[in-house]
C-alpha cells in the first residue's frame, strides 16, 4: 500500500510540472468523454447517416452571415459521419467533438435507430463507470477554500477512510480527462459531519478556473481508478437573436447577439479544432463561429466535398445535427 502510495505521489509530482502544456488537438479517451458530458449528450456514430443543417449554423454565428445572391442554400444537406474525435480544452476541459463529413445523394441516406452513440452505447462504453455529480457552490470555486464533499460520493467513490482516528483524513489521486494526475487531501471532520477536499484544491480551481454553478464530476472505473471532470454551467444568453435586428438585403441572415452553447463551428483547418480565446479570455467557446466557416462549410456541403464541423456539447441546446 504505502509503494502504490509513494508511486503515485511521484506521478503526481511528474504531472504538476507540465500543466496546462496538454495538445489541445489530441484525442481523449472516448468512454471518459461520454461519462463527463453526461447521459443527456448524444454523438452520432462513424459511418451513421445524419442532416447538416446550414440554417442551424447559421445561427450560431457571432456575426452576420453573408452568402453570395445567387447562392441556394439547401435546408439540409444529408452526409455520413466519416470520423469523430473526442477532445477536451487543455486549459478548462470543456468537451468537443470534432466530426467529419461526407456530402450523400439522398438516395444514399439510411437511418438507423442505433446511429447515435451516448454513454449507454457499448461500442463507446466498455467500462461501467460509477459517478457523482455535484455544482459548484461559490465556496467551493474560490481558490482559497476547500471543497465540500456530499457523503455519498465520499463514502461511495472514495478510498475508505480509517474512522478510528480523531481527524481520519487520506489522499486521493484522480485523473482528469487529459489523463494528468492531481493530489487532494481528503479529510472528515465527526463534529460537522461533513467530508472536504482540502490540500490541492487551490491549485485544481486555479487551473481548471471553475465558477459557480458548474458541476464537479467524479467518476470510478471498474478498475478501482478515480477521474475527475468538470461540466461547464451555460454562460451568456440562451438562443435567439436581437429582436429589434431585421435581415437586410440579399442573402444576410440576422445578428446575433450572445451566440449559445453547443456551438457548431467548422473548419477544413486544424488550426481551428481547439476553441479560440477571446481578448478577455473567454474560453467557453461562445459566439466563435466566424462567418467564413459557415460560408465555407456550406459551400463545400452544396458541392459535395468533405467538411470539418467541431461539436460542444450542452444539454438542452438544439442539435445541428
Known sequence: ?????????????????????????????????????????????VNSSIFYFPQGHVEHACEPVNFSADSRIPSQIPCRVAAIHYRADPDTDELYAKLRLVPLQISEVS?????????NDMS????????????????????????????????TLFPPLDYSFTLPS??????????????????YNSMRKQHRLTAGWSAFVTNKQPVSGDSLVFLRAENGELHIGIRRSKRGNDFGFNPSSKSK??????????????????????????????????????????AEDVIEAVKLGVNMQPFDVVYYPWVGTPSFL
Open 111 to 119: 437511418f438507423d435507430d442505433g446511429d447515435v452513440a451516448g454513454i
Open 249 to 290: 438585403p440579399g442573402n444576410e441572415i440576422g445578428t446575433r447577439l450572445v451566440p449559445s452553447y453547443g456551438e457548431l463551428t467548422s473548419s477544413s483547418r486544424e488550426k481551428d479544432d481547439k476553441p479560440q480565446k477571446t481578448s478577455k479570455g473567454n474560453e467557453m467557446g461562445i459566439g466563435k463561429v466566424k
Open 170 to 187: 487520506q489522499h486521493i489521486y484522480p485523473t482528469d480527462v487529459h489523463g494528468e494526475m492531481w493530489k487532494f487531501r481528503h479529510s
Open 1 to 45: 500500500m504505502a509503494g502504490s502510495r509513494k508511486g503515485k505521489e511521484k506521478a503526481c509530482n511528474r504531472e504538476s510540472k507540465k500543466k496546462k502544456k496538454t495538445d489541445g488537438n489530441k484525442d481523449v479517451d472516448p468512454q471518459l468523454w461520454h461519462a463527463f458530458a453526461g447521459t443527456m449528450v448524444q454523438i452520432p456514430k
Open 124 to 155: 463507446v462504453t466498455k467500462n461501467n463507470y460509477q459517478s457523482y455529480t455535484k455544482t459548484l457552490t461559490k465556496s467551493d470555486a474560490n481558490n482559497g477554500g476547500g471543497f465540500i464533499c456530499p457523503k455519498n460520493c465520499a463514502e
